[in-house]
């Protein structure tokens, strides 16, 4: 039997899950027929714990679509009671379970407008941004969700900084901007490799710019480098060189972008001679 997370194994009912199966209204097997819910007429004549306690034991079972079904028969016989406010939330955390994102965000929002000041409200604001997370494809692809998933974490942060919630959701935002820095990075190589700079040029500035944390900027410094002085900026390549060698003096990339000075004669001192690479580190 799977383990539920803490903060759903909160909204278990005190009742015994197996007093609902010894009664026999879990198999789905009743010659009375089924519902429009898809539910045993047994089932659907369930008062509110036992409808709600089937569900909660289709998901400890895996049958998530079938708890979902019970949760929202929760909600529509008994709308106006404490376990339709619990099976509004189980249904949310049962679609994301069972893999519907879309479905699960939709659930949750509900909720959350619903019931903003609820205890539980945390871990719905937690859990729509999981659903987000879940679906952050690779960087070649559109990255909508990502940031979707960006913003829904950092609610999380926001709202309720002192919860466990909030500690895991900082960690998973580094994971959303170092993703949306990776896609950045792969759109302003393509732009490079075609010989479009200026375009370039802007998908590395927003790399340094927005995601300076992560660890794609020393990379964009130096490719933002490349590309000045392809573009004939030698002094903006050099500056650019400089900022570089400043943040990351060991970094290889900054080994990279020296060298390439040195390859264009960017970087001779008075004397003729190349400076070494610590000459940058000075100029900031």
Not at 90 to 99: L, S, V
Not at 149 to 174: E, M
Not at 248 to 269: C, F, H, M, R, T
Request: net charge negative; proline share 5%; hydrophobic share 35%.
């Amino acid at each position: 039997m799977m383990m539920l997370p803490i903060a759903v194994r909160r909204l278990l009912p005190g009742m015994v899950l197996a007093s609902v199966l010894a009664a026999g209204f879990l198999t789905g097997c009743s010659s009375k027929g089924d519902n429009r819910l898809g539910l045993t007429t047994d089932l659907a004549s369930l008062p509110p714990d036992k409808l709600y306690n089937a569900g909660i034991d289709s998901l400890q079972s895996g049958r998530y679509a079938d708890a979902v079904t019970r949760f929202d028969a929760v909600e529509q016989n008994y709308p106006y009671s404490t376990w339709s406010t619990k099976a509004q939330l189980m249904h949310g955390y049962a679609e994301y379970k069972r893999g519907d994102y879309d479905d699960a965000v939709s659930a949750l929002e509900r909720y959350i407008q619903l019931h903003p000041s609820n205890p539980d409200t945390a871990y719905a604001y937690y859990l729509r941004g999981l659903s987000y997370y879940e679906q952050i494809s690779d960087i070649q692809r559109d990255q909508a969700n990502t940031s979707k998933a960006l913003d829904a974490l950092n609610d999380v942060v926001t709202r309720y900084p002192d919860t466990d919630y909030a500690r895991d959701a900082k960690l998973k935002i580094d994971l959303c901007r170092d993703h949306l820095a990776g896609k950045e990075m792969a759109v302003g190589r393509w732009y490079e490799g075609q010989h479009l700079y200026v375009a370039a040029l802007n998908r590395y500035q927003t790399v340094v710019t927005d995601y300076q944390t992560t660890n794609h900027t020393p990379e964009a410094l130096e490719r933002i480098t490349e590309v000045y002085l392809a573009m004939g900026l030698p002094d903006e390549a050099r500056k650019t060189a400089a900022v570089l060698g400043y943040n990351y003096p060991g970094n290889e990339w900054y080994q990279k972008a020296y060298s390439l000075l040195i390859d264009n004669g960017v970087v001779p001192d008075k004397n003729g001679k190349t400076e070494s690479p610590g000459f940058f580190s000075r100029l900031f």
